[in-house]
Structure formats: structure tokens, C-alpha cells
């Protein structure tokens, strides 16, 4: 048995215990990345809609789901099968109906993700799996990618979505992948965008890409470690393992963002560092 389930910050929760980031957290500290919820929670607003590209378990989405309340939506999706179970899980032991859970992946066209065996059983970062993408073209997968699931575009999807406030998207190097696939999207709803960018070789395209869509961008790196989490734990067992993440304003957003670094270099300092 890896699943256990207790109360958190935010409600109950279902994680694997194995799982050494998201799943620790929940297990030591009760909550997971609080100081992203913090950010959300300061321009998520109730009747709102937000799409997660990159649910894993609903750390995150059970407390979008509770911000939007019952007139909003939040679109939810995870390509990971074990995972995406834990997902409806959560939000089933939390009786959240205006969650709509999709087991597929997202990018710039549609076809198939192909995954490795993943042994849930043993300690992993489960949050940090990588999936190969293959579009519909007739290729042949290797032998080893076994788990196949259904990839779709956020255009696709969700066409007929006229607002969105916010964008969330981690999906481990893929995310310039998924704004590509949901650019009429973004052009349409003009959300929020929340992602990560963590991978300095990827950065300088993800960048100019949000630069090419009119939007402000400014970093976010909140550490793992809350020291004023749930079960007021003061073991902080994350030392320096910060997330890198950028929040993209729309250019003409009055709202004025304070306490974030504007993004000018696409290469965070973290990098520069040696870090």
C-alpha cells in the first residue's frame, strides 16, 4: 500500500507516501508549494474559470476549486493514469463538483503520450515524470513506453470557452509545447499565466514565445518549505530547493504587480549561480 490520505491545509488529501517532494510534503507538513496557492489567491476570483495543465494528485487544484466556488470551473489535467486516479480521488473526498478531470496531456497537436513503467511502490518523484510525445503520424513507440495516452491541444479542448483567469501549466519541459497548442486560447480569454521554467535550455524559447503573446512576465520561486505550514512543523527537510516559475500579465492588465521580479534575462539567476 503506498496511498494514505489525511486532513491538510486546505481539506483532505490522498497522496502517495513514496512520492519524495509532494508527497512528503503532505506527509511531514500537511500542505504542498503553499506560496504558489498564495499568488493564485491574490487574483483568482469566485465564478472564475482556470485550466492546469499538469494536475498531478490536486495539491493545487483542490484550493482553485474552493477560491472559483461553485459558479467557477477549473479544467484539470493529468496524463499520469495512477496519478490522474489519485486526482479524482481528492476531489471526490472533498465533494468538489466543479472540477472536470482529464487523464490526457496536453501539447501543440494531438496524437499520443507514451510513458516508461513508473513503480509507484518505491520512492520516486512522481511530479517530475517525463513523458514522451508522439504525434498521430504512425510511428512506432520503443518497446519500454508502455502507459499510451490520449494528447490533445487546449484549443481543441476547449473551444468553446470564452473566460479564463488563469493558465497554470508544469509539465516537466513541455510548457512552450502546450501554450503552442493553446494559442487561440490565450488570444481569445487573455488569463493569467502561471508556469514553470526551470530548464535553462529551454528558457530563452519559452520566454520569447510569452514576450511574442503581449504579456508582462515576472519570476516567482517560492521554496518548498513553508515555515508557517499546516502542522507547524519547524524541520525544514527542503533545504534551498526552490520552484522557478514565471506569472505572465497580460500587456494590458491595469493591475499592478509588486513584490516580483521583472523577467529580463530568460535565464534565471538561480542558473547563474551554479545553483
Not at 7 to 14: S, T
Not at 27 to 54: C, P
Not at 166 to 192: N, Q, S, W
Not at 220 to 236: I, R
Request: net charge negative; proline share 6%.
Amino acid at each position: 500500500m503506498f496511498n494514505v490520505f489525511k486532513k491538510c491545509r486546505h481539506g483532505m488529501m490522498l497522496y502517495n507516501k513514496n512520492d519524495i517532494y509532494i508527497g512528503r510534503s503532505f506527509e511531514l507538513y500537511g500542505e504542498f508549494s503553499q506560496g504558489e496557492i498564495k499568488v493564485f489567491e491574490q487574483f483568482v476570483l469566485a465564478g472564475d474559470t482556470v485550466v492546469e495543465v499538469g494536475a498531478n494528485i490536486g495539491a493545487h487544484t483542490l484550493r482553485l476549486a474552493q477560491i472559483v466556488g461553485p459558479r467557477g470551473r477549473v479544467y484539470a489535467f493529468e496524463p499520469q493514469r495512477i496519478v490522474f486516479q489519485t486526482l479524482c480521488a481528492n476531489m471526490a473526498l472533498n465533494s468538489i463538483t466543479n472540477v472536470l478531470c482529464f487523464e490526457q496531456g496536453v501539447a501543440s497537436e494531438a496524437g499520443e503520450l507514451r510513458g516508461a513503467p513508473i513503480e509507484y511502490g518505491q520512492a520516486g518523484n512522481f511530479g517530475g515524470v517525463e513523458l514522451v510525445s508522439i504525434a498521430s503520424s504512425g510511428e512506432g513507440f520503443p518497446a519500454e513506453f508502455t502507459e499510451k495516452v490520449p494528447i490533445v491541444t487546449l484549443d481543441g479542448v476547449l473551444s468553446d470557452v470564452k473566460r479564463v483567469r488563469l493558465l497554470k501549466i508544469d509539465v516537466e519541459g513541455m510548457e512552450l509545447d502546450v501554450l503552442k497548442g493553446g494559442a487561440e486560447l490565450i488570444r481569445r480569454t487573455r488569463p493569467f499565466l502561471y508556469l514553470e521554467n526551470d530548464r535553462p535550455e529551454k528558457a530563452q524559447a519559452l520566454v520569447d514565445y510569452l514576450r511574442s503573446l503581449d504579456y508582462q512576465l515576472y519570476w516567482h520561486y517560492p521554496p518548498l518549505y513553508n515555515p508557517q505550514n499546516f502542522q507547524g512543523n519547524p524541520e525544514n527537510v527542503f533545504p534551498g530547493i526552490l520552484s522557478i516559475n514565471v506569472l505572465g500579465v497580460p500587456a494590458e492588465c491595469p493591475a499592478k504587480i509588486q513584490g516580483f521580479p521583472r523577467v529580463e534575462s530568460a535565464i534565471h539567476p538561480v542558473f547563474l549561480q551554479g545553483k
